[in-house]
Nanobody, 121 residues
Framework: QVQLQESGPGLVKPSQTLSLTCTVS??????????WSWIRQPSGKAMEWVGA???????YYNPSLKSRISISRNTSRNQFTLQLTSVTPEDTAEYYC?????????????WGQGTQGAVSA
């Protein structure tokens, strides 16, 4: 069974970098044709696709966030990490990692439970 678990600091200050890690079990993040994604949901708002990394390590980012985000991976630990720089309170959201079959759709067969990423002075 595929399981994803997000981890990271719950609170960062404005202008800092939010770094979240997703640990995957039950499947390798190099398994062909899956995308390992980050999706967020601010309180009371719709889900927003943030970005993804493919099984080859290629990255795909939301154009509205592209200048501030990067996704990397550690294949030996079966983890992938989101870094969001220059954060503002508008980046406060529940952040989910997920496995998509097609990047950018938000349609994922497996999701983590989510982790709060709060930005506050």
């Amino acid at each position: 069974q595929v399981q994803l678990q997000e981890s990271g600091p719950g609170l960062v200050k404005p202008s800092q970098t939010l770094s979240l890690t997703c640990t995957v079990s039950g499947e390798s993040i190099t398994t062909i044709h899956y995308y390992w994604s980050w999706i967020r949901q601010p309180s009371g708002k719709a889900m927003e696709w943030v970005g993804a990394m493919s099984w080859t390590g290629s990255t795909y980012y939301n154009p509205s966030l592209k200048s501030r985000i990067s996704i990397s991976r550690n294949t030996s630990r079966n983890q992938f990490t989101l870094q969001l720089t220059s954060v503002t309170p508008e980046d406060t959201a529940e952040y989910y990692c997920a496995r998509e079959f097609t990047a950018g759709t938000g349609e994922a067969a497996y999701w983590g439970q989510g982790t709060q990423g709060a930005v506050s002075a």
